[in-house]
């Protein structure tokens, strides 16, 4: 198909890739809308040997992953429930709870997902201080050298999770242009056998148009029954012979 033909396709059915784009974007501006904010919160705690010898360096790598495994317990989530008075069960809690390692940079990440973006805060923290306030019991039954500390790095921080209302918009209006794609596809083929210019019969039928007579309409038929005065014309009644 011709660029010509792109253009003046366009020019006929575009407004349905607008009004398609308009409509979805809108639905997903409202969806957005009308969902329940969720809230992340983060913190990190650094996995720090008391040397760093190769050694002891990669035996705090292979714990991290059993500090994990320590933390990601309904022991753990019943202990932060404890201390802040949370009124939600262990598992419940664990649910919104996701704990993983970083060996590159020995580093425990705790994330919290909650409605309340402070009391994702506090879980973050409490959990992390959990965590903190056991290394700091079991350093001390070893050795100075021997010790694997760990400390929380920064005040934890939180942010939206869900809804992301402008990611949402931009897919809806995506996801509305290609449903008006498709719409404007299937009307084409719907009406792709309806001749409506000369260029239509050049293409189906492979003849060239040498003319073509002018449609004409009721007004113009109307203004030629008319005399000029304005008077209607009638026609002369037959003559009749005795």
Request: avoid cysteine.
């Amino acid at each position: 198909m011709p660029l010509i033909e792109y253009l003046r396709l366009l020019r006929r059915r575009g407004w349905i890739l607008l009004l398609a784009a308009a409509v979805t974007a809108a639905s997903a501006f409202v969806f957005s809308k009308l969902q329940t904010p969720i809230y992340k919160s983060t913190v990190y705690v650094l996995v720090q040997p008391a040397r760093t010898d190769f050694g002891l360096t990669q035996s705090a790598k292979i714990l991290l992953r059993s500090y994990v495994a320590w933390l990601n317990t309904d022991a753990r989530a019943g202990e932060v429930i404890d201390a802040l008075q949370l009124d939600r069960t262990p598992r419940d809690l664990r649910g919104d709870v996701e704990i993983a390692s970083d060996d590159s940079r020995f580093v425990i990440q705790i994330d919290v997902k909650d409605q309340l973006g402070d009391q994702a805060n506090d879980i973050a923290k409490k959990w992390a201080e959990i965590f903190v306030q056991w290394r700091q019991d079991q350093n001390q039954q070893q050795r100075k050298e021997d010790r694997v500390d760990a400390i929380l790095l920064d005040e934890p921080r939180y942010e939206l999770d869900r809804p992301k209302t402008k990611i949402n918009v931009a897919a809806g209006a995506i996801l509305g242009l290609l449903l008006g794609g498709v719409i404007v596809f299937a009307l084409e083929w719907v009406e792709s056998g309806v001749i409506r210019s000369p260029g239509d019969v050049e293409r189906f039928l492979g003849l060239a148009v040498l003319g073509a007579v002018p449609a004409l309409d009721a007004a113009s038929d109307r203004r030629r029954e008319r005399k000029p005065g304005g008077a209607a014309m009638s026609k002369p009644a037959p003559k009749v012979t005795p």
